[in-house]
């Protein structure tokens, strides 16, 4: 490849061909950034999980590298053993005993080398019994280390694998959902600590070591803040409060699938205390999905004498006569009743759906975020007949205007969630949700309790990244607490298999370096691109102050190839004006665009990618890829407003000046031609405006 196909990122991560995900193993030795990364080495969607590898210096130029662990395929062609998810260290002080003699020092005494150990979860798609005796059972996982003598490049499985077969005994039935260990030195302890997930349950659970072989469960985290989905990549490290070496705080990062921010996959942090046994956050970082929103406006109202959906006003073609419980029959004294706006609707959609799909009545939407609790599985749920949990897929979108914006398809599980949807984007405009059995099979039965608009502070739920492609951030073992960097897989699951990339697919987001910073009296986790992308930068192509910019678009000239691949730097304050920004991608008609910009009435950021391009690879009906993503960042009128934005040739990445907010956003747009860039100021003008755009030379050469 010349990596000049359409979409390929000029300046991000990306494997010549083949399916990647997670970053894995991002360790720093001996002036070396390792990446290593989920990898296809058979295709272009998920599977045959390996561990590719790729090196840098600098965090910004990358070499492609051999598979470091590669899928195990058995001569029948089964899968035996998937890489999947983990951590890399380097073991300086061989606790492991996997070092090698790698000569004799001038008394004739051996020189060891310093293993690199990759900690990882092995995936065992079949039920075999492995060479050291050990019994594994079908869909197992179970964590496992390897080690390289030679700097990642050549690497050996360690003959006692897996070195935890099995979660803890209280969640023994968990053990095929017991993944992505990551492991770092915990100099206070002198230990190696592992944080991984019990992914259906939301828990954390944290074991020591003193030999990275030999574990002991010290505590468990969670469920807590967001949990509307699995768990998955935890990363628990240290940061420095404002710099201060002696204000030193720990913050975990975890993923979660669905239930990101904007459906699908998200990143959240929390910021609290570890003391090498126990994480505990801060009281000042709690959000409680079970307290979102007290509702506003009550729009509809109504009550049903018989416990149908018909009399709640529900539609459609599924089989609304399921036999059993009503949880609406319990809680309202045998009657079902629903209000929407200020508090509940609680309907319970029950019985064999099978390929039905069922819509609720209309309504309005009335303020920035619809949320709403589910709940389901099947019925009835029989592990002997019915497979596993996560084989029953229930969908449940939201249409506005005829349109889909929001879209989630879900693993059906029995627990009471909470999904959230911004839809900021419409406020006044009717709506629906509409609930789909996706896959036949045994009965599914899904009800949805409690819609409820709001205006919930987004930062309350602690969002990393407030766009939809930001999943699985892992951050690099092996440099100073003021340094950590964090890299995320620039995807969503919701349609991660389908983007129209050949032929690899996914990109890694711009690597970004952490802090913590104490801003309007509280401590945020801030991030920023790494500096050293910079390198990269030409010299500036545009550069302009305007002492009011009026309401309008005004056309920038960037000269092509530039006109895809930039950094724009925007400053401004307020204005008469409600909304400002820049307008990428566009043609002259604006029917392709894609905005980024400051909503002054909404206080926020957004990026709006409706009309950025082609949206066609996925179903419409099952995960809406359109949509309009905003970041809460409160401002006063008098205030020098900063937004940082990259574009690729196939993502957006938006950060504010402090870096208290990042919203990054795959685009694909379809006609390449147009790459205009406009600044925009809507509804009025936008004082001090100032705007800096650089290029961005292509890591590829
Ligand atoms: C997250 C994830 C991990 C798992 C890996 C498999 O994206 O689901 O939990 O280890 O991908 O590829």
């Known amino acids: 490849s010349c990596f000049n196909e359409e979409y ?20 720093y030795h001996d002036g070396v950034y390792h990446m290593f990364y989920q990898y296809n080495p058979n295709g272009n969607t998920w599977g045959y999980m390996s561990w590719g590898h790729a090196i840098s210096t600098d965090l910004v130029q990358w070499k492609h590298l051999p598979i470091a662990l590669e899928c195990e395929v058995d001569s029948n062609g089964n899968v035996m053993e998937m890489f999947f998810s983990g951590s890399a260290v380097v073991d300086v002080n ?36 492995a060479s050291n005796g050990h019994v594994i059972r079908q869909g197992q996982q179970s964590q496992s280390i390897a080690f390289s003598n030679d700097n990642g490049l050549t690497w050996t499985k360690y003959n006692g694998n897996p070195i935890i077969p099995s979660p803890p005994p209280d969640y023994a039935d968990q053990y095929n959902q017991f993944r992505d260990p990551f492991v770092f030195w915990h100099t206070p302890t002198l230990k190696w600590i592992m944080v991984l997930t019990l992914a259906m349950k939301q828990i954390i659970l944290i074991y020591s070591s003193n030999n990275l072989k030999d574990w002991t469960l010290e505590s468990q985290f969670g469920p807590y803040n967001a949990r509307f989905g699995e768990w998955e990549c935890p990363s628990l490290f240290p940061l420095y ?68 959906f018909e009399d709640l006003g529900w539609t459609g073609t599924g089989d609304f006569v399921g036999s059993g419980p009503r949880k609406a029959s319990t809680v309202n004294g045998g009657k079902v009743k629903g209000y929407l706006g200020n508090g ?76 959230s949807w911004n839809v900021a984007g419409w406020i006044g405009q009717e709506a629906y949700l509409i609930i789909t059995d996706v896959n036949t099979g045994p009965s599914a039965h899904l009800h949805i309790d409690e819609i409820v608009f709001s205006d919930i502070p987004k930062d309350e739920a602690n969002w990393n990244d407030f766009g939809p ?49 104490t801003i309007d009296n509280k401590v945020r986790l801030v991030q920023q691109p790494v500096s050293s992308l910079s390198t990269l930068y030409t010299s500036s192509l545009y550069s302009r102050n305007f002492s009011v910019l009026e309401c309008g678009e005004t056309k920038v000239n960037v000269p092509a190839p530039y006109n895809t691949r930039m950094k724009v730097a925007l400053k401004f304050t307020r204005g008469a004006g409600i909304k400002f920004g820049v307008i990428l991608c566009s043609n002259a008609s604006n029917t392709q665009e894609t905005v980024i910009g400051y909503d002054f009435l909404g206080q926020n950021i957004f990026v709006d990618r409706f009309k950025s391009g082609n949206s066609s690879f996925v179903d419409s009906e099952q995960n809406a890829f359109p949509g309009y993503f905003i970041a809460t960042m409160p401002t006063k009128s008098t205030d020098v407003i900063e937004l940082n934005i990259l574009l690729d040739w196939s993502s957006v990445e938006v950060f504010d000046g402090k870096g208290q907010v990042a919203i990054t956003s795959q685009i694909f747009p379809l006609d390449h031609g147009a790459a205009d860039v406009k600044l925009f100021s809507e509804g009025g003008s936008t004082r001090s405006v100032s705007v800096s755009i650089l290029g961005i030379n292509s890591i590829w050469k």
Request: net charge negative; proline share 6%.
């Open 241 to 308: 409060v404002d710099d201060n070496t002696a204000a030193e705080k720990w913050i975990i990062l975890i993923g979660i699938n669905p239930g990101g921010v904007i459906a699908g996959s998200g990143t959240q942090s929390i910021i609290g205390s570890f003391d090498g046994k126990t994480f505990v956050a801060d009281p000042s970082d709690v959000y409680d999905p079970a307290k979102v929103p007290c509702g506003s406006t009550v729009f509809q109202d109504f009550e049903a004498t018989s416990s149908t």
């Open 94 to 129: 061989n606790t492991s005993g996997l070092a090698v003699s790698i000569g004799k020092d001038r008394n004739g005494k051996d020189i060891f080398s310093q293993p690199m150990v990759a900690i990882y979860t092995s995936t065992y798609p079949t039920a075999h019994t």
């Open 469 to 517: 492609d930001y999943y699985a951030a892992a951050t690099y073992n092996g440099l100073p607490t003021s340094e950590r960097t964090v890299i995320g897989w620039m995807n969503n699951w919701a349609y991660a298999n389908s983007i129209p990339t050949s032929t690899w697919r996914s990109a890694m987001s711009i690597p970004r370096k952490l802090a913590l910073k």
């Open 344 to 419: 509940i609707m609680t309907t319970y959609l029950f019985g064999n759906i099978g390929t039905g799909t069922i819509a609720s009545p209309k309504f309005t939407i009335s303020k920035d975020y619809i949320s709403f609790l589910i709940a389901g599985g099947y019925y009835p749920y029989n592990p002997a007949t019915a497979g596993t949990p996560e084989d029953k897929q229930v969908s449940i979108t939201l249409v506005v205007d005829g349109k889909v914006v929001h879209s989630q398809t879900g693993t059906n599980t029995e627990t009471l969630v909470w999904r």
């Open 8 to 27: 390929r990122p000029q300046f991000h991560f990306t494997p010549e061909n083949n399916w990647m995900n997670d970053p894995n193993g991002l360790v």
